[in-house]
């Protein structure tokens, strides 16, 4: 039976903030191979629920450059993971703006309706939010300097995990050791 705990959003943000205009050096780079930002938001994520999701192929994990889900890179399909994920693991929802919290995830679209950059929100300045990136890497950069067609916000409802567990927190934001693998 899985429990369901709460995201730690201030550990998200703590991450995002940490390495937003850096690079942890457990995770690939994918700047110049296709954009680098839905794998610093799914390290943020990670930070704030210390766990993923193994599954073959449809999970959110990262073991290495050549070994990780397509969700934990790609922006549609880091959506369908985290909108569809009734299994291990972070599990979002599509939001209206009022609802949207630090920690909480912001994609953006062209005019095709082609979602291409994913950001992590990282706080509020008044009624405006700050967002951190990383490809075009960006720090509590409002949300509205971005130029952009539409966008979606994904609103962390929680995390399913077979048992708590948040010790995985002070190594990954020093860079220094990913969750145990627990298959």
């Known amino acids: 039976m899985l429990l369901i705990k709460?995201?730690?959003?201030?550990?998200?943000?703590?991450?995002?903030?940490?390495?937003?205009?850096?690079?942890?050096?457990?995770?690939?780079?994918?700047?110049?191979?296709?954009?680098?930002?839905?794998?610093?938001?799914?390290?943020?994520?990670?930070?704030?629920?210390?766990?993923?999701?193994?599954?073959?192929?449809?999970?959110?994990?990262?073991?290495?450059?050549?070994?990780r889900a397509p969700s934990w890179t790609g922006v549609e399909f880091f959506y369908d993971f985290m909108t569809t994920n009734d299994g291990v693991g972070p599990f979002m929802r599509e939001v209206r703006?009022?609802?949207?919290?630090?920690?909480?995830?912001?994609?953006?679209?062209?005019?095709?309706?082609?979602?291409?950059?994913?950001?992590?929100?990282?706080?509020?300045?008044?009624?405006?939010?700050?967002?951190?990136a990383q490809s075009d890497d960006a720090l509590d950069r409002r949300l509205s300097s971005y130029n952009y067609f539409s966008l979606r916000y994904l609103h962390v409802e929680g995390v399913r995990v077979e048992y708590p567990d948040d010790t995985c927190f002070e190594g990954l934001i020093e860079g220094t050791s990913l969750p145990m693998q627990m298959m």
């Open 6 to 67: 709460p995201y730690d959003r201030a550990r998200a943000v703590e991450y995002a903030r940490r390495w937003a205009l850096d690079r942890n050096p457990l995770f690939t780079d994918f700047t110049g191979q296709g954009g680098n930002c839905t794998n610093f938001v799914s390290q943020s994520v990670l930070a704030g629920s210390c766990v993923m999701n193994y599954t073959p192929t449809f999970g959110w994990y990262y073991i290495s450059s050549t070994d």
């Open 97 to 132: 703006r009022r609802n949207v919290e630090v920690g909480d995830v912001i994609q953006l679209a062209n005019e095709d309706d082609d979602f291409y950059h994913t950001l992590i929100v990282t706080g509020f300045d008044g009624q405006a939010i700050l967002v951190s």
